[in-house]
């Protein structure tokens, strides 16, 4: 399957599930759950979902109740996305902007630290 294709179903189904928790989902926990993208396997067998939350204390909990809903997610995704193979869903914490966050704050300590 071509690269293009298997890029557009991950984006796909990232935004479904973005739409799943936002809108439809009772649990109060996962208000607070960004979904940051996705890859999906060439062969569609699995699809890495990667999210971010605003309390980053809570994330462990989050990620295991997310794991744990992922059969939830993989049959809401079958309904809404036209694959064949629908991938086993996999979640994991994205700290890329955490990560950001805190080259930001170092580049930012050593402007500081040369301005004096």
């Known amino acids: 399957m071509s690269s293009v294709k298997i890029k557009r179903i991950a984006s796909e189904i990232a935004k479904e599930i973005s739409n799943i928790i936002s809108f439809e989902s009772r649990d109060e926990t996962f208000k607070t759950v960004t979904i940051t ?3 999906v396997t060439n062969d ?4 890495t979902i990667y999210f971010t939350v605003i309390d980053e204390e809570n994330k462990d909990k989050i990620l295991k109740e997310l794991n744990n809903a992922s059969g939830f997610f993989r049959k809401e995704i079958a309904q809404r996305v ?5 991938p086993e869903i996999k979640f ?3 700290d890329s902007i ?5 080259i930001e704050r170092i580049i930012k300590e050593i402007h500081d630290n040369n301005n004096k």
């Open 92 to 94: 994991k914490y994205d």
């Open 37 to 39: 993208g996705a890859d």
């Open 44 to 47: 569609l067998s699995f699809a």
């Open 82 to 86: 036209e694959i064949r193979n629908i």
């Open 98 to 102: 955490a990560y950001g966050n805190n």
